[in-house]
């Protein structure tokens, strides 16, 4: 008698904690495509506060690119293929044939690396430019790196040669000067054929 009733406590702690998960993991994700046209159809709708709004935009996302891309007369067959609920980064590269994508990663720049492995794994000629990322974190906490406040306008030295230091978090950097000006940039992810990965350059003081 006092194993059940312990088989039931744990039952009741593992629905508790089900619907505590539940209850705060709300950052969905949808990406919708349409069946053998995914890299002409494709459409990711992130960081909503219900799966029906992120199906939704996917959708409709799907119909718009098909359209666009002359063959908007399969539009209707635009369906949500995954969906997902994790905090984290997320991207989507596509092939001749078709596209790989995933979500949960802890950078943008992770997320496209792992799902460019992924799609040269399946499909050729994977795209290494303007990949999508996304990230979701509507709902979770999310740890915040304290930074010297940058400021608005071009503060730096007017010399002829700039000497600076900088400290990003993947694409976003503070770029610091020697009179103390502090900048925010914004670089793009490069792709190395070297070592087959994306990577964030410095940026140019």
Known sequence: MMEKRH???????????????SSIANAFTAIAIIDKQASQSWSRASNYTSQKEADNDALEGCRVEARKNGIGNLAKQCKVITRATVPGH???????????????????????????????KSYAKCQDKNIGTWEDSAGFSKKVTALKAP????CRPRTNQLQCTSSCTNGSCV?????????RVQVQAQFNPINNSWQYPAPPC
Do not use: I, P
């Open 90 to 120: 997320g991207a989507l590269v596509c092939g001749t044939e078709g596209c790989a994508w995933g979500t949960g990663y802890n950078s943008a720049q992770e997320a496209v690396d792992a799902v460019y492995g992924l799609c040269s």
């Open 151 to 154: 400021v608005a306008a071009d």
């Open 7 to 21: 088989l039931k406590a744990d039952r009741l702690l593992a629905c508790l904690v089900l619907m505590v998960f």
């Open 175 to 183: 770029v610091e000067y020697e009179n103390g000006c502090h900048m």
